[in-house]
């Protein structure tokens, strides 16, 4: 076994890192993952660009300061649309990001039709664009920008019902147009696609990003020196939530279930 256990930075403006978080326990069990969520920020849906830069380079490396980190996940379509080269220009530790998976939805789609749920923000981001320019230019992408959805998914993380009507007439585009694969391009959203595909049962393919930034984690992770088999074979222990602002303990029942303890 290596000297210690990898140690990855999972950051997002609230719980939805926790959807990445889960697949770099699967695939990744020994590391050891802190997940930092800027609660005091939250949602970045709603803020400038340059507030997001500033949030999302100043909180990590803050963080970097208190514990040695070997690879950092900027697990939020919505910060790392804008903030991932201030990051990178921040650090010499490896960032991964993560964008809407816009590829390989458009290597699934038989009908060239694909829905596009994520915050306000990343559906107006010029990266997505040039997402779509480069992998889907021959598919009709449907977009919705919710603007409450990840807000609603905080207090369902918290014990409150989801406003399942609400979300419904919010999918409604997408059963226009017949989509037949969905784009998760939100962290947060994988967290209820089991209430999203019950709401959008003619949907074939869901796609999200969570396996895809585990697998890159896991190389970045053997290049850096960690040795694969070690890193799949022994299951860590101590992940730890981090919240930016105050926060009350009926979040930590979900946490909880996903092996995580706010600190
Ligand atoms: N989980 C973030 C994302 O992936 C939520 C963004 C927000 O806070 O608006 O986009």
Known sequence: MSPRAPEILVFDSGIGGLSIA?????????????HLADNAGFPYGNQAEETVIERTVGLVTEQLRQ????????ACNTASTVALPALRAATDIPVVGVVPA????????????IGLLATPATVRRPYLEGLIGEFAGDCRIVRVGHPDLVTWIEEWARGRPMPEPALSVALQPFREAAVDTMVLGCTHYPLI????QRLLPDVRFWVDSGEAIARRTLHLLEVAGFDREEMQRYPGSGHRCLFSGPVMDDIDHFLDALGFVRE
């Not at 889960?22 to 802190?34: G, I, K, M, S, Y």
């Not at 590829?103 to 039709?113: E, I, V």
């Not at 696609?193 to 999203?196: A, E, K």
């Open 22 to 34: 889960r697949c770099l326990h699967r695939q990744v069990p020994a590391a050891r993952l802190t």
């Open 67 to 74: 514990r040695p980190v070997d690879v950092i996940v900027l």
């Open 102 to 113: 816009i590829k390989p939805a458009a290597a699934l789609s038989g009908n060239r039709r």
């Open 193 to 196: 696609t089991g209430v999203l």
